[in-house]
């Protein structure tokens, strides 16, 4: 469970919120508005890269607002996926697993696990400047959800992709649902989220509403 | 051959100009490895004298570049990614060994390290004379050549994306873990290049470290020595091997630069 209780952001001449809102476990949230709105901003609250100037973030009843980015249970698929290119795919997706102090063996078999639950196993020694955006999606969420988060936010997953390649990708956010991940994906294009959102918001100069 | 159909009139002035920016270059070093008498360098490549000095030129340019880098690339990367009053006046005053002559530079740390000074008195207390010692060396090449170090890895950091490093730790990375996994070899190309340049100028440096040092002998400093004792035809043989050996360690160093990053 995801809850903001009164969350203000301010940077520059910019203000986000006040934003109070509750997310059950295992939903798929959609957050769509324009450019601008503050999706990214929001998500980079709950992620921990931004500290609001009031308010709580409350993830499994943990109050998590002054905890740092790394020890929250929380996974993030940036918009240009930000795989580290200096990685092979496995090098990436273990990544999070070899932070958290797993030995060689289980991060093996942890990271081929996401791996073919992703359909990238035959992929995992490729470098990262070989891959088409689907597979770097796909790589991305195999990493972001190496660690078990227990929320999944997306900002803006689909936006990179050509049209192709767009069906596929939102397919495999399908999977994420169906297995009961908590998901907050953030759009600027409603149409990407209606089949996949259990439940709609609209941002908009940095107020969030209800929409279904 | 699409290179060559694109090579229009304004490259080809370029190309003209260029050429006289790259014989200015060559054309001194060219004539200096062509004048050299042949008796006087095999007398001077045999010369435990020069062999001794360009060891020690080597050793002590290492040992500077390497400690330097401890300080030197955290400063380069808190610059390249943060903003704090009076960050201009930081970034020139980094700037500084590069703009002041170096006799002035050797001056200022012959001030640091004299028996008067607190680091030298400290010293002495040991029995240690700082000046003329390959610590005093050390510190003029540092002085010297440590702003081409830290311009370079600032520059090879501020390149590296500030979402990966968001990446990292939301991935639950630690500052510093994310600092030596992504940032550093995401910047290593540049840093790299940094660590060669400082390694370089330091090797090359004589104003300040004929003010700090002029015993042990580093290879400018001798090569300054034979021609002033001896003339052009002494000095020129050991510039000539210096030169040898120092294209030929950085030429081996670039290449493994390349092939590494």
Same mark, same amino acid.
């Given at each position: ?7 203000? !952001?301010?940077?520059?001449? !910019? ?16 957050? !769509? ?61 273990? !990544? ?117 | ?27 001194? @070093? ?27 030129? #080597? ?62 008195? @400290?010293?002495?207390?040991?029995? #240690? ?67 060669? @340049? ?17 015993h042990p002998m580093t290879t400018p400093v001798l090569i300054f020595d034979r ?21 030929? #360690? ?12």
């Amino acid at each position: 469970m995801v809850k903001l209780t009164d969350i203000l !952001f301010r940077a520059d001449d !910019f203000t986000l919120g006040p934003i109070t809102v509750e997310l059950e476990t295992g939903g798929y949230y959609a957050v !769509f508005g324009p450019s601008g709105s503050g999706k990214s901003m929001l998500l980079e609250i709950i992620a921990g890269l931004r500290i609001p100037e009031s308010g709580k973030v409350i993830i499994d009843n943990t109050d998590y607002t002054r905890i740092s980015a790394r020890k929250r249970p929380v996974g993030m698929l940036f918009q240009d996926y930000a795989l580290f290119p200096h990685m092979t795919v496995f090098e990436n997706i273990a !990544f999070p697993l070899r932070v958290s102090g797993l030995n060689d063996q289980a991060i093996k078999i942890t990271a081929g696990a996401l791996a073919e639950q992703f359909f990238i196993s035959g992929l995992l020694s490729r470098s990262i400047s070989g891959l088409s955006g689907g597979e770097r999606q796909r790589v991305a969420l195999a990493r972001a959800l190496a660690h078990e988060p227990s929320v999944l936010l997306l900002d803006e997953p689909l936006s990179a992709l050509d049209e192709e390649l767009r069906e596929e990708a939102s397919k495999t956010l399908g999977i994420l649902k169906k297995d009961g991940q908590t998901v907050i994906h953030v759009t600027h294009n409603r149409n990407e989220v209606t089949d996949l959102a259990t439940r709609c918001y609209k941002m908009s100069a940095g107020k969030l509403a209800l929409i279904d | 051959m699409r290179a060559r159909d694109n090579f229009n009139f304004t490259h080809t002035i370029f190309l003209l100009l260029g050429g006289v920016a790259l014989l200015f270059i060559f054309a001194p @070093l060219a004539g200096m490895f062509l004048s050299v008498n042949a008796p006087n360098l095999f007398d001077a490549a045999t010369d435990k004298v020069v062999g001794n000095s360009i060891i020690l030129t #080597l050793i002590i340019s290492f040992a500077a570049t390497s400690i330097s880098a401890l300080f030197a690339i955290p400063l380069a990367y808190i610059l390249a990614r943060k903003k704090f009053p009076f960050k201009g006046v930081i970034e020139a005053i980094v700037d500084l060994p590069i703009v002041i002559p170096h006799s002035a530079a050797g001056i200022a740390i012959l001030g640091l390290i004299s028996r008067d000074s607190a680091l030298g008195s @400290l010293a002495s207390s040991f029995g #240690l004379n700082l000046v003329g010692s390959p610590f005093a060396i050390a510190l003029a090449m540092a002085f010297v050549s440590i702003p081409f170090l830290i311009n370079s890895a600032r520059d090879g950091f501020a390149a590296v994306p500030p979402r990966l490093e968001q990446a990292a730790e939301t991935l639950g990375a630690s500052k510093i873990r994310t600092f030596i996994k992504i940032s550093l070899p995401l910047a290593g190309r540049s840093v790299v290049s940094g660590l060669l @340049l400082m390694f370089a100028r330091g090797m090359s440096e004589f104003g300040a470290i004929v003010i700090v040092a002029y015993h042990p002998m580093t290879t400018p400093v001798l090569i300054f020595d034979r021609f002033n004792s001896f003339g052009l035809a002494y000095a020129r043989p050991v510039a000539v091997i210096f030169v040898t050996v120092t294209l030929i #360690l950085f030429i081996a160093l670039r290449i493994y630069q390349k092939k590494r990053w």
